[in-house]
């Protein structure tokens, strides 16, 4: 394959500093395909909180450049003959953090972490899904198992609920904070109580009924024996209150799953969940996206629409 122009959005530090931020346009020759891994074009990509600053908080085992952004969607470009994805396929992923992310307009991907495109979506609308679902797929499958058959909850707290952790997956009672603006939001992911989290003190509100108590907590007062379950920090140094002991803290880092990424997109072709698009930028625009993301304050994903202004 002939060599190709592309751009790269490079990260120079382990530190979080947006202005060091630098997009760069460069050649760059196409990997020889192997059966696990692809060369793709990126057409649209998606921050996520903090990511930033994950090289110092989890430094990949390997130097690497660092780019930013995880979640993609794509389409393959070349691939080994013996492949499961060949090229033209139309796929998403969230890849692993260990290797250089996807704000560029070509990337790599490994066969686990990729699943096709659900048709009905546009780019944009594709990437805002992998790291939000997966996450909530691994939170009630895998490190709390509270879908599963004999699991005893009935009510869970989602904090930050108009964020990118897709609650509409649940099957049971769901309470949300989050601004007053986004109320209709959480209301129509499925949140049964929602409280304004500037103006409701949780500790009060859930000593004030019996019926209040709270099995789980996700992102962060729980009945005893049950979880707090946190993808921000390990929750056991800022424990928050409880009435009893013998509260669990999880904390996980999400692992990529293109196998997970493709059971989620039969839930999404029946309407039991769905991304949520924040904004949408220009590659260029990178600065003021990672602003925006810094405020704590959006309504799901942001994104880069790489083919924007070209």
Same mark, same amino acid.
């Given at each position: 394959?002939?060599?190709?122009?592309?751009?790269?959005?490079?990260?120079?530090?382990?530190?979080?500093?947006?202005?060091?931020?630098?997009?760069?346009?460069?050649?760059?020759?196409?990997?020889?395909?192997?059966?696990?891994?692809?060369?793709?074009?990126?057409?649209?990509?998606?921050?996520?909180?903090?990511?930033?600053?994950?090289?110092?908080?989890?430094?990949?085992?390997?130097?690497?450049?660092?780019?930013?952004?995880?979640?993609?969607?794509?389409?393959?470009?070349?691939?080994?003959?013996?492949?499961?994805?060949?090229?033209?396929?139309?796929?998403?992923?969230?890849?692993?953090?260990?290797?250089?992310?996807?704000?560029?307009?070509?990337?790599?991907?490994?066969?686990?972490?990729?699943?096709?495109?659900?048709?009905?979506?546009?780019?944009?609308?594709?990437?805002?899904?992998?790291?939000?679902?997966?996450?909530?797929?691994?939170?009630?499958?895998?490190?709390?198992?509270?879908?599963?058959?004999?699991?005893?909850?009935?009510?869970?707290?989602?904090?930050?609920?108009?964020?990118?952790?897709?609650?509409?997956?649940?099957?049971?009672?769901?309470?949300?904070?989050?601004?007053?603006?986004?109320?209709?939001?959480?209301?129509?992911?499925?949140?049964?109580?929602?409280?304004?989290?500037?103006?409701?003190?949780?500790?009060?509100?859930?000593?004030?009924?019996?019926?209040?108590?709270?099995?789980?907590?996700?992102?962060?007062?729980?009945? @005893?024996?049950?979880?707090?379950?946190?993808? !921000?920090? &390990?929750?056991?140094?800022? /424990? +928050?209150?409880? =009435?009893?002991?013998?509260?669990?803290?999880?904390?996980?880092?999400?692992?990529?799953?293109?196998?997970?990424?493709?059971?989620?997109?039969?839930?999404?072709?029946?309407? @039991?969940?769905?991304?949520?698009?924040?904004? !949408?930028? &220009?590659?260029?625009?990178? /600065? +003021?996206?990672? =602003?925006?993301?810094?405020?704590?304050?959006?309504?799901?994903?942001?994104?880069?629409?790489?083919?924007?202004?070209?």
């Amino acid at each position: 394959m002939a060599l190709r122009t592309a751009r790269t959005l490079i990260q120079p530090t382990a530190e979080l500093n947006i202005e060091d931020l630098k997009l760069i346009f460069h050649i760059i020759p196409s990997p020889n395909p192997t059966k696990n891994k692809y060369l793709i074009h990126v057409h649209a990509c998606s921050l996520s909180a903090g990511e930033l600053l994950w090289p110092r908080n989890f430094p990949p085992p390997q130097s690497c450049t660092l780019i930013p952004c995880p979640n993609i969607s794509s389409t393959i470009v070349s691939a080994s003959l013996d492949s499961p994805f060949q090229p033209g396929a139309e796929i998403y992923a969230q890849t692993n953090y260990i290797r250089p992310g996807n704000a560029r307009d070509y990337t790599i991907a490994i066969t686990d972490e990729l699943a096709l495109k659900l048709r009905d979506l546009s780019w944009v609308e594709a990437a805002a899904v992998p790291v939000s679902t997966e996450t909530a797929w691994q939170i009630l499958f895998i490190h709390t198992g509270i879908m599963l058959p004999g699991a005893e909850i009935d009510r869970i707290l989602v904090t930050a609920a108009s964020g990118g952790v897709a609650a509409r997956i649940l099957k049971i009672k769901i309470v949300g904070t989050c601004e007053p603006d986004n109320v209709e939001l959480v209301r129509s992911m499925g949140a049964e109580k929602i409280m304004d989290y500037q103006g409701t003190d949780l500790k009060i509100w859930v000593k004030y009924k019996a019926v209040r108590k709270i099995d789980m907590m996700v992102n962060y007062t729980v009945k @005893k024996g049950e979880t707090v379950l946190s993808i !921000v920090q &390990p929750p056991d140094g800022v /424990r +928050p209150w409880s =009435e009893k002991g013998g509260v669990r803290d999880v904390f996980f880092v999400m692992q990529s799953s293109g196998k997970q990424l493709g059971m989620i997109t039969k839930l999404m072709e029946k309407g @039991k969940c769905r991304g949520m698009v924040d904004s !949408v930028w &220009p590659l260029e625009k990178f /600065r +003021p996206v990672f =602003e925006r993301l810094d405020t704590g304050h959006t309504c799901g994903k942001i994104m880069l629409d790489l083919a924007l202004n070209q």
